[in-house]
């Protein structure tokens, strides 16, 4: 067993200021003017410390009455020896019976959990020893009712029962720890992926787990049981639309850059227009909108002698998807330095929701003799 620790506190004499807290020999504390009711029975307070007049040779019988050095203090009275059935340890006489720091025999303390009874340590009242430590079988998680009955990792030992502290199993329907929401109604579960069931006594499809998201406000469609969710709280969507019941809706109004990446422009049936001898010096123009031919044509840079241009350019910027989806021509110019540009062909690209989703995407322009085969490469990025 553990030996009991004897705290000493030192008086302090401090004139003016209030009354120092106290640490009494028991364990507790009261203020040094507090009186009898301050200190743990048979203890009395006598300035800032607990002292038992029954024994203690400087407060004996009342605080401050100082027994003659090589007399006892026994029963409250200066004695040459000590009266039966005290018996003297260094200058006290204690009941080797009951005495918790002389139990049994004279420097046999007892651990600050133990009381001493009948010369013997124990432990203390409303305390069980378990596997030789004194437990509060009322509140130790490890021994809770009694010795060796631990409770779980999520649960605390509440008058000597084993109570839960969250909703530790989402799937029983149970409303685990008594907070009046049960599985994914309680925050407790949210994030948690469960199996979940097909209603109507519908079954999966064969090989097909269905699972589903504990959310904040419960369960989100059951998967595999129905149309697939293409969005939740913990899958959202790709920008430029939005999650309305379950399902990815595009919105039109939302607008958007457009970058033009890079190109792939196979010479004209018949060689076109290009410059004689040499690549063309390409560039691109772009218009966009319901109203394109007062729409600004917006170009790339002009690139030398290149059939396959990289630009990795923003072209258009903050035009609605519904601009975009309307109307949207690019045409491919031969640079001329002297001469007039030529225009080499033209096309209008067609868009379905799925571009505007952040990726680079190759458009292809219909094959005519003057766009044979014309790629593009597109993103549409939010500014």
């Given at each position: 067993?553990?030996?009991?620790?004897?705290?000493?506190?030192?008086?302090?004499?401090?004139l003016?200021?209030?009354?120092?807290?106290?640490?009494?020999?028991?364990?507790?504390?009261?203020?040094?003017?507090?009186?009898?009711?301050?200190?743990?029975?048979?203890?009395?307070v006598?300035?800032?410390?607990?002292?038992?007049?029954?024994?203690?040779?400087?407060?004996?019988?009342?605080?401050?009455?100082?027994?003659?050095?090589?007399?006892?203090?026994?029963?409250g009275?200066c004695?040459?020896?000590?009266?039966?059935?005290?018996?003297?340890?260094?200058?006290?006489?204690?009941?080797?019976?009951?005495?918790?720091?002389?139990?049994?025999d004279?420097?046999?303390?007892?651990?600050?959990?133990?009381?001493?009874?009948?010369?013997?340590?124990?432990?203390?009242?409303?305390l069980?020893?378990?596997?030789?430590?004194?437990?509060?079988?009322?509140?130790?998680?490890?021994?809770?009712?009694?010795c060796?009955?631990?409770?779980?990792?999520?649960?605390?030992?509440?008058?000597?029962s084993?109570?839960?502290?969250?909703?530790?199993?989402?799937?029983d329907?149970?409303?685990?720890?008594?907070?009046?929401?049960?599985?994914?109604?309680?925050?407790?579960?949210?994030?948690?992926?469960?199996?979940?069931?097909?209603?109507?006594?519908?079954?999966?499809?064969p090989?097909?787990?269905?699972?589903?998201?504990?959310?904040?406000?419960?369960w989100?469609?059951?998967?595999?049981?129905?149309?697939?969710?293409?969005?939740?709280?913990?899958?959202?969507?790709?920008?430029?639309?939005?999650?309305?019941?379950?399902?990815?809706?595009?919105?039109?109004?939302?607008?958007?850059?457009?970058?033009?990446?890079?190109?792939?422009?196979?010479?004209?049936?018949?060689?076109?227009?290009?410059?004689?001898g040499?690549?063309?010096?390409?560039?691109?123009?772009?218009?966009?909108?319901?109203?394109?031919?007062?729409?600004?044509?917006?170009?790339?840079?002009?690139?030398?002698?290149?059939?396959?241009?990289?630009?990795?350019?923003?072209?258009?910027?903050s035009?609605?998807?519904?601009?975009?989806?309307t109307?949207?021509?690019?045409?491919?110019?031969?640079?001329?330095?002297?001469?007039?540009?030529?225009?080499?062909?033209?096309?209008?690209?067609?868009?379905?929701?799925?571009?505007?989703?952040?990726?680079?995407?190759?458009?292809?322009?219909?094959?005519?003799?003057?766009?044979?085969?014309?790629?593009?490469?597109?993103?549409?990025?939010?500014?």
């Amino acid at each position: 067993m553990l030996r009991r620790l004897v705290f000493v506190t030192a008086a302090l004499l401090v004139l003016g200021c209030d009354a120092e807290v106290i640490r009494t020999d028991a364990g507790t504390t009261g203020p040094s003017d507090g009186g009898e009711e301050e200190c743990a029975s048979p203890r009395t307070v006598c300035g800032s410390q607990c002292v038992d007049l029954s024994s203690d040779t400087r407060h004996c019988g009342e605080c401050n009455e100082r027994c003659d050095d090589g007399a006892f203090c026994s029963m409250g009275a200066c004695q040459t020896s000590c009266a039966s059935p005290r018996t003297a340890c260094g200058d006290a006489c204690v009941d080797l019976a009951t005495s918790a720091d002389h139990c049994g025999d004279c420097g046999n303390a007892c651990a600050a959990d133990e009381a001493c009874a009948m010369g013997v340590c124990s432990c203390a009242s409303a305390l069980t020893e378990c596997g030789g430590a004194c437990v509060d079988t009322q509140t130790s998680s490890g021994h809770c009712g009694e010795c060796d009955n631990a409770c779980g990792a999520m649960q605390i030992c509440d008058a000597g029962s084993c109570e839960n502290t969250v909703e530790f199993d989402c799937l029983d329907g149970v409303d685990d720890d008594g907070d009046g929401l049960t599985d994914c109604e309680d925050p407790d579960c949210e994030g948690t992926t469960r199996m979940c069931t097909c209603s109507g006594g519908a079954e999966p499809p064969p090989g097909v787990t269905p699972e589903e998201l504990c959310e904040s406000t419960g369960w989100s469609e059951c998967g595999p049981c129905g149309p697939p969710p293409e969005c939740s709280a913990a899958s959202p969507c790709d920008y430029g639309f939005s999650c309305v019941s379950s399902e990815c809706v595009f919105e039109p109004s939302t607008v958007f850059d457009l970058v033009v990446v890079s190109a792939e422009i196979p010479r004209p049936v018949g060689g076109g227009d290009w410059d004689t001898g040499s690549g063309p010096d390409v560039f691109a123009s772009l218009r966009v909108g319901p109203m394109m031919e007062s729409a600004p044509e917006l170009t790339t840079s002009r690139l030398d002698d290149d059939y396959f241009p990289s630009w990795n350019e923003t072209i258009i910027r903050s035009t609605s998807a519904a601009d975009f989806r309307t109307y949207t021509r690019v045409d491919i110019w031969d640079y001329d330095l002297l001469n007039p540009n030529d225009l080499i062909g033209a096309c209008t690209l067609t868009f379905a929701t799925t571009s505007f989703d952040g990726s680079e995407r190759v458009f292809t322009c219909p094959a005519t003799a003057e766009t044979p085969g014309w790629r593009l490469r597109l993103r549409f990025v939010q500014p």
